[in-house]
């Protein structure tokens, strides 16, 4: 069965004081990995996909990476804006059909001013 | 603007109550979803409609009951729900079923309370 895994489940951070949330996956085949940002009362919004083992993604201060077993979600110096729930999805491939989704659980981050 | 709109936004109810939630996307998308979104858990897939298929998550009590008129509206019908059951409903839309480079495009969601 697909799992994925988010940690920390909490991160406070300073601002300017950069850190990493990382998202463990098994999958038996990867179609892509999904980052999103959901804040308080919304629904997620997308920020990045990735599909092959060293592939890199940028965005302002938020880059992902992926290797074969886990991504990163990378934070350069946040701002207090950046504060929000970070959700990672995994989606399997199929030979035909739904191709399932797997979401974590999230890792909820707070930066301090 | 997310261009996939849910209504209402705050929904409170009876467990005796028959309400529907609403969701309509004009982004062109040929897929829609209902996501059941509770504390500390993954976002849990309820129902799936898409040009290929309809899928549906076997685990989702009968108290739930989808429609999908049109590749750009789906609803939610929701009777006989139990406290258990609130939590935050998402609609999201994808191009099709096979996730492209932007993934799914969410709702802000239906806040939904069971009293």
């Known amino acids: 069965e697909d799992q994925v895994t988010q940690s920390p489940e909490a991160l406070r951070l300073q601002e300017g004081e950069s850190s990493s949330l990382n998202c463990s996956y098994t999958?038996?085949?990867?179609?892509?990995l999904f980052w999103y940002r959901q804040d308080p009362g919304k629904g997620p919004e997308f920020l990045f996909t990735?599909?092959?083992a060293g592939e890199e993604k940028e965005k302002e201060r938020l880059k992902a990476t992926l290797t074969k077993k886990e991504s990163f979600l990378h934070i350069t110096a946040p701002k207090p804006e950046d504060s929000a729930t970070y959700l990672c999805?995994?989606?399997?491939?199929?030979?035909?059909?739904?191709?399932?989704?797997?979401f974590g659980t999230g890792t909820k981050l707070q930066v301090i001013p | 603007e997310t261009g996939v709109t849910q209504t209402p936004r705050h929904l409170v109810m009876g467990m005796t109550n028959k309400k529907s939630l609403k969701c309509e996307q004009h982004?062109?998308?040929?897929?829609m979803y209902w996501y059941k979104q509770s504390a500390k858990k993954p976002l849990e897939l309820m129902f799936v409609?898409?040009?290929?298929?309809?899928?549906e998550n076997n685990s989702v009590p009968s108290r739930f009951s989808p429609e999908c008129p049109n590749s750009s509206h789906l609803f939610l019908h929701l009777h006989t729900l139990q406290p258990e059951d609130s939590a935050l409903y998402l609609c999201?839309?994808?191009?099709?079923?096979?996730?492209?480079?932007?993934?799914?495009?969410f709702g802000s969601g239906t806040r939904l309370t069971v009293v």
């Open positions: 999201a839309s994808s191009q099709d079923s096979v996730l492209g480079g932007r993934g799914y495009t």
């Open positions: 999958v038996s085949g990867l179609r892509g």
């Open positions: 990735l599909y092959s």
């Open positions: 999805a995994v989606q399997a491939e199929n030979s035909g059909g739904y191709q399932k989704v797997t």
């Open positions: 982004l062109g998308h040929n897929a």
């Open positions: 409609y898409s040009l290929e298929e309809r899928v």
